[in-house]
């Protein structure tokens, strides 16, 4: 059973730091893009970063631009997602998405993602 399994989240002041985790088990995806997305309360689900399978290209929202940075371990299937000076607007449920498909493109859009983790909450006070 393939799982993708997040982890870092809580809460943190603005201008704080956190680094989420995503680890996967049930297959590798050494071969595979992966991405980060979130939801805010009341709003749709929306791309945070992607990252292709040997982290040579990366990709991300003008939101966090200059802010997150996403990266990966394939030896430990793993996908990383560290977020500095988080602003309230950062508050969210944060969610890793991984491809099917085999060294394809990263995607900001969401239906190139078949596999997606349960999530983990991130919350920015002021």
């Known amino acids: 059973q393939v799982q993708l399994v997040e982890s870092g989240g809580g809460l943190v002041q603005a201008g704080g730091s956190l680094r989420l985790s995503c680890a996967a088990s049930g297959r590798t995806f050494s071969s595979n893009s992966m991405s980060w997305f979130r939801q805010a309360p009341g709003k749709e689900r929306e791309f945070v970063a992607s990252i292709t399978w040997n982290g040579g290209n990366t990709g991300y929202a003008d939101s966090v631009k200059g802010r997150f940075t996403i990266s990966r371990d394939n030896a430990k299937n793993t996908v990383y997602l560290q977020m500095n000076s988080l602003k309230p607007e950062d508050t969210a449920v944060y969610y890793c998405?991984?491809?099917?498909?085999?060294?394809?493109?990263?995607?900001?859009?969401?239906?190139?993602?078949?596999?997606w983790g349960q999530g983990t909450q991130v919350t920015v006070s002021s």
């Open positions: 998405a991984a491809d099917a498909q085999k060294f394809g493109s990263s995607s900001y859009r969401q239906n190139a993602y078949e596999y």
